[in-house]
């Protein structure tokens, strides 16, 4: 049980990772848009985020207010991935800038919160 603990966890944060590289990538490349790999990475996020959350194995201890803290950023890059595809499904024009950053700024929060907490 503790080996697929183990797994549920590294898929999380390669959920984070995908987001962050796509993120980087997009970035490195200087074109300021969202692309349908970060709304993936949320998504594995998201469900991997809710598989940890469940007491599992018996005799573990959650830290509750990391998981609220991580469903909260969550939640917000949600948001913000969905502005920010909906703008350009509309526009067709770049992400604003503010908006972008956040992205990165989001994913990279909440991996270290995950690594580091």
């Known amino acids: 049980m503790e080996v697929l603990r183990s797994v ?3 898929l999380h ?3 984070f990772a ?3 590289g796509a993120w980087a990538a997009e970035a490195a490349a200087r074109r300021f848009r969202t692309t349908r790999l970060m709304d993936y990475g949320v998504l594995v996020s998201l469900l991997t985020g809710l598989a940890l ?3 599992w194995p018996a005799g573990i201890e ?4 990391k998981i609220g803290i991580k469903l909260v950023i969550l939640v917000v890059l949600g948001g913000v991935l969905g502005m920010s595809n909906a703008r350009q499904r509309k526009t067709g024009q770049d992400v604003a800038r503010p908006l972008f950053y956040s ?4 994913a990279f929060t909440a991996a270290a919160i995950a690594v580091l907490w």
Do not use: E, K, R
Request: net charge neutral; charged share 0%.
């Open 13 to 15: 944060i390669v959920g």
């Open 8 to 10: 549920v966890v590294l």
């Open 62 to 65: 959650l830290n509750y207010p």
């Open 18 to 20: 995908v987001i962050f």
């Open 103 to 106: 992205v990165g700024a989001l």
């Open 53 to 55: 959350a469940a007491p």
